[in-house]
């Protein structure tokens, strides 16, 4: 199974950009998609962005289209978020996943623990 480790949550006034990283260990981390998913408080997990193994094909929930775009670097074992033009309504845990190709957080076994984004208006 992989093991996930999320960073670079943070706070961040309206407006502004973060970048997120999710680490994973094991050698299989090529052969599956990567996703990223966020909770905030009082709502579900919803899902934000996907790639596939190769990299070569993206997806994204309507409300992050154009602000954000998730990238991957197999040779790291890393996939990346980055996160522009914020809005308070982006503050939440935001989480990684490996699994395949979906955008139903049911679909995905592995999950890290997750990074707070808070942004300010």
């Known amino acids: 199974q992989v093991q996930l480790v999320e960073s670079g949550g943070g706070s961040v006034q309206a407006g502004g950009s973060l970048r997120l990283s999710c680490a994973a260990s094991?050698?299989?981390?090529?052969?599956?998609?990567m996703a990223w998913f966020r909770q905030a408080p009082g709502k579900e997990r919803e899902f934000v962005a996907g790639?596939?193994?190769?990299?070569?094909?993206?997806y994204y929930a309507d409300s992050v289209k154009g602000r954000f775009t998730i990238s991957r670097d197999n040779a790291k074992n890393t996939v990346y978020l980055q996160m522009n033009s914020l809005k308070p309504d982006d503050t939440a845990v935001y989480y990684c996943?490996?699994?395949?190709?979906?955008?139903?957080?049911?679909?995905?076994?592995?999950w890290g623990q997750g990074t707070q984004v808070t942004v300010s208006s």
């Open positions: 790639i596939i193994w190769s990299g070569g094909s993206t």
């Open positions: 094991g050698r299989t981390f090529s052969r599956y998609a």
């Open positions: 996943a490996c699994g395949p190709v979906s955008s139903r957080e049911r679909d995905f076994r592995s």
